[in-house]
RNA sequence: GGCCCCAUCGUCUAGAGGCCUAGGACAUCACCCUCUCAAGGUGGAGACACGGGUUCAAAUCCCGUUGGGGCUGCCA
């Protein structure tokens, strides 16, 4: 490669930003990245009907949560229209276009009526027409020949031109279409290498013309493979739970979603699967890029979550739970808190799939008024023995010089011992009393953490209900 | 309908003619570990869509079939 790559990625300010749309990007920040190249954000806002700007600050903050940042940009299409109709007029005055004044329903009223397949026929290819408001503008595609997209994925790609209808350069209303814009663009950003989705190889043929027709190379193209549902449709705003944002919410960390996007249809040659971003870097390349579309599996990708979860410090840890806790109503931030969030994080941080778990596994220490889950209290209410279990338990834990857990734990082990019974069997009642449901952190370090006089109260409190 | 793409365990994939009795990971099952639940460990089940070629040899190359998907819009 003689120049550092420029590559673009131009989404559509359509919707909630797509995790689709955030594979595409990760794939071109780490082409990009990895031979010190340039990444572009483009808007592709020329639709008016279909675009709203609000969306534009949902992708730019979906891009910053995953760490992909852009070095030029964002760009709007929309504040660049003069361009494209420069390139269009150049396109009629060079004979490579035409105006067209024909409605769809006429279109397809001669299409049908004449046993011709779908799409448009040609008719104002040779009508002369002259611009006016309302005619759009069409590309004369060439009756002959082939036009050959070398793919850097899936190797060379010919389309017969005459499959080719004249497509629409620019919309009756003035505004240009994707096919136009994005070949002024590109052109204009000196782009380099176009990654996109599969999807968009069909229409690549159209550009190769306008760049062609404009006198100029076109850049490098890579189509990577789509993602699909679990039907092995295209994943769709409408059907699908495809929002970035959402996975977000859902407490999923960037890192697992990073590196559980960069293993769909790309993979690095061996059995790794944790990769960090550096070894991304070091390693992505466009010719491991696979050609079968990838189900998107949230299954696979919590355990991408799980696994970053269990490699977070304390307070790593803490700072990514704060949004989560701070939706509660237990949590007030106090460094008492803090401090007690912090003794138990090493505890559950391999306990929890999602972030969004955290709230519900600490919230007995935090809590002044304890509520017991329904199962868990049946399950105390269950065993005849509970009730004196909680009692000796008082007992036990009563007489203890340190609180602490490991000393909570021989106690409890020495008096399983002289009463016969499970440590396991033992403790049930306890865990219920202390942290109101069934399963949780380690009992021992639980009661560390809430201390003697809460933890004694918490059995005390129990005991009495039972009767 | 037309054009284009794709095809290895349920899923994500490794595999670029002999290393394949097809490897790994998720999910799943069993066991171990264990104060609950996780985590961790061990093991099990589980795939080359089909049919023809080419070749001494094919999951790997070619053709076809079947299946899936995408595009076919004055959306991107």
Redesign the pocket.
Known sequence: MHEVPRVRF???P?GYFHVGGARTALFNWLFAKRFGGVFVLRI?D??E??NSPEWIDGICSALEWLKITWDEGPFLQSERLDLYAEAAQSLFRSGKAYY?????SEIDERVRSAGL????DGFCRDRGLQSAT???LRFKVPKEGETVVDDLV?GK????NR?I?DF?LI???GAP??VL?NVVDDLDMRISHVIRA??????TPKAILVYQALGQNAPQFAHV??L?NE????LSKRRDRVAVEDYKEMGFLPAAMENYLV???W?P???R?FLTRQDELDLFSLD?V??????F?V??M??FN??YL?LLSSEELLQTALPFLEATDFWDGTPDQRSSFLKLAPEIS??IGLVSEIPGMVDFIFKSQLSIDESAFNSVTTDSNSKKLLERSIEVFSGLEIFG?SEL?SACRAWAEESGLS??KL??PI?VAITGK????????AMEVLGRETSLSRLSDLASRLS
Do not use: M, W
């Open positions: 131009a989404p559509s359509t592709e020329t639709d009907a279909r067209c004044d024909c409605q769809r397949p779908p799409g448009y309302g005619r759009a899936r790609v010919a389309f017969e499959t209808d629409i919309k009756g209303n279409l994707f814009a599969e999807e968009h190889l069909p229409t493979p789509v699909v039907k092995r449709q295209k293993l769909l249809g993979s040659g061996d059995d699967e491991r696979g050609h079968s579309p990838s189900f599996d299954t696979k919590l355990h799980k696994h269990s391999t306990r857990s734990e440590l396991r403790q049930a865990r069934k399963v949780g952190p380690p009992l021992f370090s």
